[in-house]
């Protein structure tokens, strides 16, 4: 738990366990396509705020602490680490996370070459990685191996070697260069 959720909590225990109504304050921003209003406390990042008040669990905690990149989201359609960031700083913007990218069940391109190229192992990192592979796809119109190397350089496997994961990836564009 980071120090200023500590913070909140330990103001909210001081009034025998309840918080006072001055204690929280009111986020409004959408997510996955759906508008979110709701009151929370002001050091809610914005991990806790997926995980814990909207319960969306596919988006992963790490090191807490911005050094693993497992609970990348996307802002407004670019990477960002929700355990860096708070709720609050949200506010206003579209967030996307792995529960937002399969349309009425069916899995994303890279999702699907993920799976075919044996890229998901345990798959604590798979939600970050599809999500940097897809910010890398809306991004770059034909991405090379360094680009894609770059877009997953910051979040952290320990099971693949990565090899795999370029691998999806590269299919993914060589699909949507035959595709054009
Ligand atoms: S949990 Fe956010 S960078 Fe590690
Ligand atoms: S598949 Fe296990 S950490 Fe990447």
Do not use: W
């Not at 986020?27 to 705020?49: H, Y």
């Amino acid at each position: 738990m980071n120090k200023n959720i500590q913070l909140d909590k330990a103001r909210k225990q001081k009034n025998g366990g309840l918080a006072d109504k001055e204690d929280f304050a009111k986020v409004r921003l959408e997510i996955n396509g759906r508008p979110i209003i709701r009151a929370i406390f002001p050091a809610t990042s914005l991990l806790e705020f997926i995980r814990e008040e909207l319960g969306l669990t596919g988006t992963k905690k790490g090191c807490d602490l911005g050094d693993c990149g497992l609970c990348t989201v996307l802002l407004d359609g670019k990477p960002v680490l929700s355990c860096l960031m708070l709720a609050l700083d949200a506010e206003d913007h579209q967030i996307t996370t792995i529960e937002g990218l399969t349309n009425g069940g069916e899995l994303h391109p890279i999702q699907e070459a993920m799976l075919k190229h044996g890229a998901v192992q345990c798959g604590y990192c798979s939600p970050a990685m599809v999500l940097n592979g897809v910010h890398l796809l809306d991004t770059h119109k034909n991405p090379d191996q360094m680009a894609i190397k770059e877009a997953i350089s910051g979040t952290l496997c320990r099971c693949t070697g990565y090899t795999k994961i370029e691998k999806a990836f590269l299919a993914v564009t060589h699909q949507k260069g035959a595709k054009v």
